[in-house]
């Protein structure tokens, strides 16, 4: 049973223009969602975070906007960056305990120089 | 700062094989964690220990044992590999209230395993 989903594998998107990542959950107790970056033979790196008392939060290019009556999330990158080209986990956890977190499969970001 | 090291980068191995895969972190994070990646699957939980001297499994603990030696060093051991075990392997750690405070989990580069 996946908790976390991202329906596209794959996105791709020209440089300059915005790139919208979705991602949706199914577990009504995730209370704190973040985005992770990851690049060919490295491990993910951290991106954005939101917390689900709020419905937004900004960080230079990256955005993140959660709607929790949809248990959806959407990264945008705007403008996007040939750097930007990556594979993008979106990730959530529950309010109490242990701080584990459930990942979504992934979404390849290619922006197009 | 180092992070978090894995060691081996790259693996090969015969089904039946054991080996153990290691992982540190210097700074000094109370709980790490064991991620398999596999193509369409995204990153699912093996094993994780909030705390030196405790251990629990995650979504897909079969097949492996976890060690927690130190606050440092948290190792995971396949004691007879099986080609459904090829994958790529990511140790991560956090700091308490990580989760909140925005950083979430820092990641090893990875090991590259394939059972034979």
């Known amino acids: 049973d996946q908790q976390v989903k991202q329906n596209s594998p794959s996105l791709s998107v020209q440089e300059g223009r915005i790139s919208i990542l979705n991602c949706d959950y199914t577990?009504?107790?995730?209370?704190?969602f973040l985005w992770y970056k990851k690049y060919p033979a490295e491990g993910p790196t951290f991106l954005i975070s939101i917390s689900s008392i709020k419905d937004k939060n900004e960080d230079g290019r990256f955005t993140v906007f959660l709607n929790k009556s949809a248990k959806h999330l959407s990264l945008h990158i705007v403008p996007s960056q040939p750097g930007d080209s990556a594979v993008y986990f979106c990730?959530?956890?529950?309010?109490?305990?242990?701080?584990?977190?459930?990942f979504g499969t992934g979404t390849r970001l290619t922006i197009i120089p | 700062n180092a992070g978090v090291t894995q060691t081996p980068k790259f693996q090969v191995l015969k089904t039946g094989q054991s080996m153990t895969l290691q992982c540190a972190q210097d700074?000094?994070?109370?709980?790490m964690y064991w991620y398999r990646q596999d193509p369409g699957m995204g990153l699912r939980l093996i094993y994780y220990?909030?705390?030196?001297?405790?251990?629990d499994k995650g979504e897909v603990p079969n097949g492996y044992n976890v060690s927690r030696l130190n606050k440092r060093e948290f190792s995971l051991r396949l004691e007879s590999a099986a080609p459904s075990q090829t994958s790529v392997y990511f140790c991560a750690s956090s700091r308490p209230g990580s989760r909140r405070g925005g950083h979430g989990y820092t990641f090893g580069s990875g090991t590259r395993l394939t059972v034979v």
């Open positions: 220990s909030a705390s030196e001297g405790t251990t």
């Open positions: 990730a959530a956890s529950v309010a109490f305990g242990n701080e584990k977190l459930t």
């Open positions: 577990n009504s107790m995730f209370d704190y």
């Open positions: 700074m000094n994070h109370n709980s």
